[in-house]
């Protein structure tokens, strides 16, 4: 059985889950991240968008997916409101578990894998404008635990002032 995550909008708001038992003819699932009303950081009434997911099937069978989301207001502004969702699927992918937030700040595109020791790794695109003239780099985040708990951000790369550094050993890359 094939599983798809996708958007219906170049800039989404949900994210939908189709099945396929031979990647030619699908079944919308139904909605794994679904747009909510919230505040925003300035205070505004604004709408939580999600887009660009991906999912793992753990060896277990549990699917994760994940999933950037931002505010469609401030999202250039407000970095707290932005982040990495989490969602958990123990039957296929044909039900989820409500969401969890496992990162906050401006994200693209996360990867996930699954080693064979259990631990997961997600890797993400990501801006960070506390660090002062950071433009983005690839950060990853890991779990022990099945997705329960995950690390602290470990940047892999930053990109400074039109620059690339390895941050394991701060040569220009």
């Known amino acids: 059985t ?3 995550l996708y958007q219906a ?3 989404s708001a949900n994210i939908f889950c189709a099945h396929s038992e031979d990647g030619k003819t699908w079944t919308q699932s139904g909605k794994v991240f679904v747009s909510e009303e919230t ?9 939580i968008c999600y887009s660009s997911a991906d999912c793992l099937v753990l060896r277990n069978g549990d699917i994760l997916a994940f999933s950037p989301f931002r505010t469609k207001k401030g999202y250039k502004m407000k970095p707290d409101d932005c982040g ?3 969602a ?8 989820w578990e409500d969401y969890q937030v496992i990162y906050k700040t401006q994200t693209w ?3 996930a894998i699954e080693l064979d020791s259990g631990e997961i790794q997600v890797y ?4 960070s404008p506390h660090v002062r003239h950071a433009s983005a780099g690839v950060s990853l985040l890991r779990s022990f635990d099945g997705g329960r708990t995950w690390s602290q951000q470990c940047y892999i790369s930053r990109k400074f002032k039109c620059m690339s550094y390895d941050l394991n050993d701060n040569s220009v890359v």
């Open 88 to 95: 958990r699927s123990r039957d296929g992918g044909h039900t």
């Open 109 to 111: 595109e996360p990867y």
């Open 84 to 86: 990495i969702a989490m």
């Open 2 to 4: 094939f599983i798809m």
């Open 9 to 11: 909008a170049k800039i």
């Open 39 to 47: 505040v925003n950081g300035h205070g505004d009434p604004d709408v």
């Open 124 to 127: 993400f695109t990501d801006s």
